[in-house]
Every structure is written in C-alpha cells, then in structure tokens.
T-cell receptor
Framework: AQTVTQSQPEMSVQEAETVTLSCTYD???????LFWYKQPPSRQMILVIR??????QNATENRFSVNFQKAAKSFSLKISDSQLGDAAMYFCAYRSLYLGGSEKLVFGKGTKLTVNP | EPEVTQTPSHQVTQMGQEVILRCVPI?????FYWYRQILGQKVEFLVS????????KSEIFDDQFSVERPDGSNFTLKIRSTKLEDSAMYFC???????????FGQGTRLTVV
C-alpha cells in the first residue's frame, strides 16, 4: 500500500519570502500522480499543483513549484513570494496511474503554513 | 467555473439517526468519491463510484455506509445509524476522465451528538 509522509506539522514564513514544504512517499508503482492540495480555514480542498511521475520536468504554477525526485521518492512544494492568503493546511497526495489500479488519493497528514506579515 | 456542490454545509444529528449527505458533481464528470477528515487529522478515502457502481471502498466504509447516484446528477452518502466517531468533515469529489485530477466540494461538517 502507498503511504505519504509530511514530516513538518507546522511551518511559518515571512510575507514575500520563500518556503518549502516537504513530502515523501512510498510506492512500488512506477507510474503515478502526485498532488499538493491547499485547505484554507474554510476547509475546502483546493488543488495547487500536479506532477506526473513519468515527467522529468518539475511542475510549476505561478508562485508554486515542486521539486520532484523520483528516485528519492520526494515531492516538495516551494512557495515563492509568500502572501497572507497562502496561509492554510497543505496536503501532499498520491494517486496511482496504473490502469486498473486504485483511483483513490492517499493523503499525508498535512503541514500547517503560517504567513507572518 | 464548474464546481462540486455539497449540501448541507453543516449537519447535527443524534447518535443512531440516519443521515444523507448530498453532492452535485461537475456535470460531465464520470468518477465520484467520498472522503472524510476527522478534525485535526488527515483526509481519508471512503469510496469511489464509477459506471453506477462502487469501484473501490476502504475499511472505514462498512455496512453502515452506502452511496447512490439516484438521478444522474446527485451523488449521496448515507450513514444508516450514526456513531459519535462519524463526526467529521465529509468531502465529495469528482473527476472527468481516468487521468485527470479530482475536484473537491466545500465539504459537509457532520456532528453526531
């Protein structure tokens, strides 16, 4: 079974600075997706960024980028120019891409990000 | 922008009562999911639904739980006899095709007293 580990329960960053959230995972599959979801105080789950394991290039979405290290099974999220609105819980998630494999998302425990003005 | 809609946003129920949580997935989506998040804990998979049947379920999804897509637009989660430990945020999600990302609703907070 796949597992996702987020070793940082809480992180803080100054507004306009850069912060990196860590995520490691364990799987025996070679094809899969990795995601970062943001959960603000409203508790809605919002997709931040997605990475396909077969792509070597790291995904980027505006101020959000990932460092995907497949061999190390590491998938960190970098938030540049942090804004007050970035304050939220961030969840790393895994999903199989294997046809016939599980469709479910496997989540880590989350990292609570605080942005200080 | 299309979105997944869940109702109610908050439901309080007495232990032992049946509850139905409702979801309207994005209209052309084919895959539907329920997840739950006990306060302060991680999001856990409950069940996935495709082609009018359950495609996968977790250990949490026991006989007290059922899902239904009664009219081609709604997707419901029923808990037959609620327990205190069913108190959680329940998220519905949907996705269009196999290799796409899931979009989540805003969640229903269920409180069992």
């Amino acid at each position: 079974a796949q597992t996702v580990t987020q070793s940082q329960p809480e992180m803080s960053v100054q507004e306009a600075e850069t912060v990196t959230l860590s995520c490691t995972y364990d799987t025996s599959e070679s094809d899969y997706y990795l995601f970062w979801y943001k959960q603000p105080p409203s508790r809605q789950m919002i997709l931040v960024i997605r990475q396909e394991a077969y792509k070597q290039q790291n995904a980027t979405e505006n101020r959000f980028s990932v460092n995907f290290q497949k061999a190390a099974k590491s998938f960190s999220l970098k938030i540049s120019d942090s804004q007050l609105g970035d304050a939220a819980m961030y969840f790393c998630a895994y999903r199989s891409l294997y046809l016939g494999g599980s469709e479910k998302l496997v989540f880590g425990k989350g990292t609570k990000l605080t942005v200080n003005p | 922008e299309p979105e997944v809609t869940q109702t109610p946003s908050h439901q309080v129920t007495q232990m032992g009562q049946e509850v139905i949580l409702r979801c309207v997935p994005i209209s052309n989506h084919l895959y539907f999911y329920w997840y739950r998040q006990i306060l302060g804990q991680k999001v856990e998979f409950l069940v996935s639904f495709y082609n009018n049947e359950i495609s996968e379920k977790s250990e949490i999804f026991d006989d007290q739980f059922s899902v239904e897509r009664p009219d081609g637009s709604n997707f419901t989660l029923k808990i037959r006899s609620t327990k205190l430990e069913d108190s959680a945020m329940y998220f519905c999600a949907s996705k269009g095709g196999y290799a796409t990302e899931a979009f989540f609703g805003q969640g229903t907070r269920l409180t069992v007293v």
